[in-house]
């Protein structure tokens, strides 16, 4: 599957690698989901095969009316479908308290036919709500985002096997198996310490064995750290931040980033830009991600497969338990 996943990712690339290499080779997200979505698809239709009208089932809860988080939940809604997971949107007023939050949270949890429950933050309501509280509150069973407590402690004691991981991190993982390249004994820079992408980052880089270094706001001496780098990953949330004479040449960099930055040959006035300044990386670095087209339809895709692993895990259960 990997040598296939590669073949297809380097055909027909603009910048072809010869002597004088003058840019580096895309790692396209769009193209690689695909193909996860492909197998989760095979995936689920053997489920269905096996155990007669079963279905994995995601719930996703949303409190409040965010344009961003709408557009969101329906990209994800319609992975799901086209993968065959049964999927639900269930949607609280901005009036809901931190209780009635719970409340439903609590009574997902407990029902058999959901194996995948997410929170879609930020959450848009009028009343105070710890988002930390809730986010806890989901069981480890079912946390298919990887943002649990439980889940997050797994994964730093290197418990891979025990544990949902982060969907975009997972994602970058993946994209960074396309290239060819092995982690084990590489050197890996991660940007930014959040709890969704770099911190689980730095652990999934560290248990595939990589020497990983994680640089934030105080790091002082930042385009050096970068410059060491044979696989950069960014998510800072600033726009093109970092610069391609920074970059170690051959490095792999992904760009988690997603930024707007003015442009008045667009017609909204705005286009999407990375953490990383992509012109001049794109003449240093051997693989990059674009944005948009990279990292952000792999994190859909790793949410999808984190929830057929959730069924999967359930099933086993159910015929352990007969």
């Known amino acids: 599957m990997l040598s296939s996943i590669t ?9 072809c690698q010869g002597s004088s290499r003058s840019m580096a080779t895309i790692i396209s997200g769009n193209k690689t989901s695909k193909l996860v979505r492909e197998r989760l698809r095979t995936e689920v239709d053997k489920m269905r095969t096996e155990v007669s009208g079963f279905r994995p089932s995601l719930l996703v809860l949303q409190v409040g009316h965010r344009d ?4 969101y939940i329906s990209t994800k809604l ?3 479908a086209e993968i065959g997971i049964d999927a639900k949107h269930v949607r609280l007023p901005r009036t809901a308290t931190q209780d009635d ?15 995948g429950l997410i929170v879609q933050l930020p959450l848009d309501s009028v009343n105070q709500i710890n ?6 509150s989901v069981s480890p069973d079912k946390d298919v985002d990887g943002l649990s407590c439980i889940n997050a402690g797994k994964l730093s004691r290197g418990d891979l ?12 993982m993946e994209l960074i198996r396309q290239t060819g390249m092995t982690v084990e004994g590489k050197h890996a820079v991660v940007i930014g310490r959040s709890k969704i992408v770099g911190a689980p980052m730095h652990d999934l880089l560290l248990w595939k064995h990589a020497t990983v270094t ?3 706001s105080k790091t002082p001496d930042l385009p050096e750290q970068v410059s060491r780098a044979d696989i950069l990953v960014v998510g800072a949330g600033r726009a093109e931040m970092v610069r391609g004479e920074w970059i170690k040449e051959g490095a792999v960099v992904i760009d988690c980033g997603i930024n707007h930055v003015p442009d008045e040959t667009k017609a909204s006035g ?3 830009v990375g953490d990383v300044h992509f012109a001049s990386a794109n003449q240093r670095a051997g693989f990059i991600t674009p944005v948009p087209g990279g990292v952000g339809p792999m994190t859909v895709a790793m949410l999808m497969q984190n929830t057929v692993q959730s069924a999967k895990r359930f099933l086993l259960w159910r015929k352990m338990s007969q």
């Open 7 to 15: 073949h297809f990712l380097r055909v027909g690339v603009s910048g």
């Open 68 to 71: 961003d988080s709408n557009l």
């Open 161 to 172: 096997n025990d544990c949902f991981i982060p969907c975009t991190p997972n994602g970058c």
């Open 78 to 80: 319609k992975a799901a």
């Open 214 to 216: 994680t640089c934030h």
């Open 131 to 136: 988002t930390e509280l809730i986010t806890n």
């Open 101 to 115: 939050v719970l409340q439903s949270i609590l009574s997902i949890n407990e029902d058999e036919s959901v194996h």
């Open 270 to 272: 705005k286009r999407v």
